[in-house]
């Protein structure tokens, strides 16, 4: 094997966000870019000589060629075996079992995530460590650090490998095996599942519409759903993963998953109605006449795990992140469990689920997942309350009602207005943040903030610190207000604004969250000033 060295130049901005390094298709498509990213991850890596790595994505367009250039890339950096999902195709959370399964040292996962896709839209690369979950922060610091000072990557001279052909190849020495890409991860499913329960509940006439969004969980849909549970044709929806997402935007929100909404709202619904996102790691749960809001869908599944057969022992604990509503709180306290709060970014769970803290975590952005993988994973969310439906019997509208009788309804809602010129939000944010002190006492129309914060993160296991996740204003113990700029975009700034306002059992359970929430929006402006800022009367979504 002759090892090629290229000379190169560092980019800036390379400084992986919340989930690894995203950016515009023609931005990775520069000379040198994708390489420098990756040279940057393998040069971090240690012990990587003879170890195995995984690679995979969600298909969008552009993952092709970066997989081909990081399989070169990996033989020239001494890798012993590259395992590669057929077609390039991982989800997240499979692409997090495969590494944990076999014992990897880690995995690259090209994908932007929700992110559109296409020539003219989204790309991006995430390192996945060991244990199979977003690299920690100290991992990324020292990536970006590297991207500053990288002045050359390695490669071998070798052709592009068949992606599409399962089996084993040689690239530069290294064993390159393409897998089944489902195969590992719906075989796990089955050790958490009653597939024989949800099956039957399938077969009795239970329906369900599941849209893949044409985005990475069409295959493991089809496999799973309708093939192994027996749930009909065409109950999968865009279930082909394309390049550009079918020209659609694969955030599984009631904006861009609209049709899926109406047809659950119609009077031909389905019992039960999921979507999926670009790379198969966030999920959207509607019933029959009744939409789950994420954080919801975190409480109940929480407060119902124990019903299916891989959590039949009880949860260890609860963990969400610091925006996401605080109803599974309410569900830990009944259940006499820690919940623990953590910045945004499903990398803050890894440390509490490898100790053995948490068994189930959550995030306001329609990511849920628990212990099996270091990931959050929107198939396996989608088969939790497949299975909790089959025991409990009921239709999701009651399993809210009886959810909300128990323990409250925690009214909450995200508020995103995307494509603000960066100086802009950094204007807002700057201002909020020295403002914060002076907030407690201030009255806006009939609230009264009690407590304003900039949120910092001690790890309990290993001490680290993550400091300015996010400005909170607090009304007391019943509402509350929180202002983060978003790490997951490509082009300008992302601000969102989440607001929550609680009602116990005894309280109004069947309101309309924008009437409940019509104060706290108001409040939000005139504390943070977003229209003076912006000069946005109002948010692009609203989830």
């Not at 991982?90 to 090209?110: D, E, F, M």
């Not at 996945?128 to 100290?138: L, S, T």
């Not at 005139?526 to 800022?533: E, K, L, M, V």
């Amino acid at each position: 094997m002759t090892i090629l060295t290229i000379a190169t130049t560092p980019f800036d901005g390379q400084k992986p966000g919340t989930s690894g390094l995203r950016k515009k298709v023609r931005v990775f498509q520069q000379p040198n870019y994708s390489e420098n990213f990756i040279q940057s991850v393998f040069d971090v890596v240690d012990d990587k000589d003879g170890a195995l790595l995984v690679i995979g994505g969600d298909g969008r367009y552009h993952n092709r060629t970066v997989i081909q250039q990081a399989i070169r890339m990996a033989a020239a950096n001494g890798f012993g075996k590259v395992m590669v999902g057929q077609g390039g195709i991982l989800s997240t959370p499979a692409a997090s079992h495969l590494i944990r399964h076999y014992k990897a040292i880690g995995g690259l996962v090209l994908s932007a995530s929700h992110n559109p896709g296409g020539p003219d839209e989204d790309f991006g690369i995430k390192y996945n460590v060991a244990n199979g979950g977003p690299a920690p922060e100290k991992v990324t610091e020292a990536i970006y650090a590297r991207t500053q000072t990288i002045d050359r990557w390695l490669t071998v001279d070798a052709a592009d490998i068949d992606l599409d052909a399962i089996g084993t190849v040689s690239v530069g020495g290294m064993t390159v095996e393409i897998v089944d890409s489902v195969a590992d991860y719906a075989a796990l499913m089955e050790t958490l599942f009653d597939f024989d329960a949800i099956g039957a509940m399938a077969a009795g006439g239970f329906t369900m519409a599941f849209d893949a969004m044409s985005a990475v969980t069409g295959p493991y849909a089809h496999e799973i759903f309708e093939r192994r549970l027996g749930f009909a044709a065409g109950t999968v929806r865009n279930g082909t993963p394309l390049e550009d997402f079918g020209h659609h935007h694969p955030d599984p929100n009631l904006v861009h998953a609209k049709a899926l909404y109406d047809l659950m709202m119609g009077a031909d619904a389905p019992d039960f109605g999921a979507a999926s996102d670009g790379d198969g790691d966030r999920n959207l749960i509607i019933g029959k006449g009744r939409f789950v809001t994420p954080s919801d869908s975190l409480a109940m599944l929480a407060a119902n795990a124990h019903l299916a057969k891989g959590y039949a022992g009880g949860l260890k604990g609860i963990a969400r992140s610091m925006p996401t509503s605080a109803a599974a709180d309410r569900v830990a306290q009944a259940l006499g469990l820690p919940c623990y709060e953590t910045p945004t970014g499903w990398k803050f769970f890894g440390n509490l689920l490898d100790a053995g803290l948490v068994t189930i975590c959550g995030e306001e952005s329609a990511g849920t997942g628990s212990d099996h993988v270091r990931e959050k994973d929107g198939v396996w969310a989608v088969l939790l309350w497949l299975n909790i439906l089959a025991v409990r019997r009921i239709p999701v509208d009651a399993l809210a009602r009886d959810h909300w009788a128990q323990f409250g309804r925690n009214y909450y809602a995200r508020h995103d207005y995307e494509g603000i010129e960066t100086d802009r939000a950094n204007a807002l944010m700057a201002e909020l943040t020295a403002s914060l002190p002076s907030l407690p006492g201030r009255s806006v129309g009939p609230l009264t903030v009690a407590a304003a914060d900039s949120f910092a993160y001690a790890d309990p296991v290993d001490g680290s610190i993550s400091a300015n996740q996010g400005l909170r204003v607090m009304f007391g113990d019943d509402a509350w207000i929180v202002f983060r700029l978003s790490g997951t975009g490509t082009e300008g700034a992302t601000l969102r604004v989440y607001l929550e306002t609680v009602q116990g059992p005894d309280g109004v359970l069947d309101a309309e969250t924008p009437a409940m929430l019509a104060d706290l929006v108001t409040a939000a402006d005139a504390i943070a000033g977003i229209a003076r800022h912006t000069g946005r009367t109002a948010p692009d979504v609203v989830t």
